[in-house]
């Protein structure tokens, strides 16, 4: 029998200096047998050009929104991959480097019977943290999930699950949940978060959401070396901070 289609969603802004990375790390998985799908939105650098010249062992589409928004362009690719007959779906970002076994561990859960899966983010080796981001900032992020997890509006009636820590870079949804919950909010970047809104959405359908420690991603600290951890906290806590310009949202 053979396995259920799987695809990989990667929403890109003018990553033509990083996503490279992000393709040489996809490449390099135990598990090649998915697609990739890039949603180039609306990009003013050669972002399309460097993705489509990179020599990958797996089908790669390039699918162009130019309605700005990491959730609209997230959107944008999951349906695609859903249309194209994907059933399994992961999600990551163009500045970020998946583990080895990062697709073939979100296979694993949601072939064991997970419908959302919420990874683990650690900091980018290759751009070398220091203590504090690598443990310290990650801490605080984790008190603050707790925190979330017994705000009123995350326990409110009809949610069939505990609210987890979710990270748009790094979960994995199955394609009957993603259109039974509504799927990821198109939105502006500085508008709301469009993975806990997508959680949420998925409380609300299943209680098959896990939290697992085992799917890693490395994350970019870009953003929170331009803004500092107090305005970065701010910024994932409902936007309690938000940049004085739209354009400083995305931060290269």
Not at 65 to 73: D, I, Q, S
Not at 82 to 101: F, K, M, Q, Y
Not at 129 to 139: G, K, N, W
Not at 158 to 166: C, E, K, M, S
């Amino acid at each position: 029998m053979s396995r259920p289609e799987l695809a990989v969603v990667v929403p890109a802004y003018n990553e033509s200096g990083s996503i490279g990375a992000t393709l040489a790390a996809l490449a390099a998985q135990t598990d090649t047998d998915f697609t990739l799908v890039v949603v180039d939105n609306g990009s003013t650098d050669d972002t399309a050009g460097v993705v489509r010249g990179f020599a990958a062992p797996f089908p790669v589409e390039v699918v162009t929104e130019p309605e700005r928004g990491a959730g609209t362009a997230a959107d944008t690719g999951f349906r695609h991959a859903i249309a194209r007959g994907a059933v399994l779906l992961a999600r990551t970002d163009a500045d970020c480097r998946p583990a080895v076994d990062w697709v073939a561990t979100a296979r694993r859960h949601l072939c064991s019977g997970a419908e959302l899966v919420c990874g683990r983010s650690v900091p980018r080796r290759d751009e070398r943290p220091s203590f504090a981001e690598r443990h310290v900032f990650p801490a605080v992020v984790r008190l603050a999930a707790l925190y979330g997890r017994y705000r009123a509006a995350h326990r409110r009636g009809g949610f069939r699950t505990p609210y987890v820590l979710i990270h748009g870079h790094n979960l994995a949804i199955t394609a009957d949940l993603y259109q039974r919950c509504g799927g990821t909010p198109r939105e502006r970047l500085e508008d709301g978060s469009e993975d806990l809104t997508l959680l949420n959405r998925a409380r609300r359908h299943t209680g098959r959401i896990v939290r697992a420690e085992d799917l890693v991603v490395e994350n970019s600290l870009r953003r929170l070396r331009a803004w500092g951890a107090r305005r970065t906290l701010l910024w994932y806590w409902d936007r309690r901070w938000r940049p004085p310009t739209p354009s400083e949202v995305h931060v290269r």
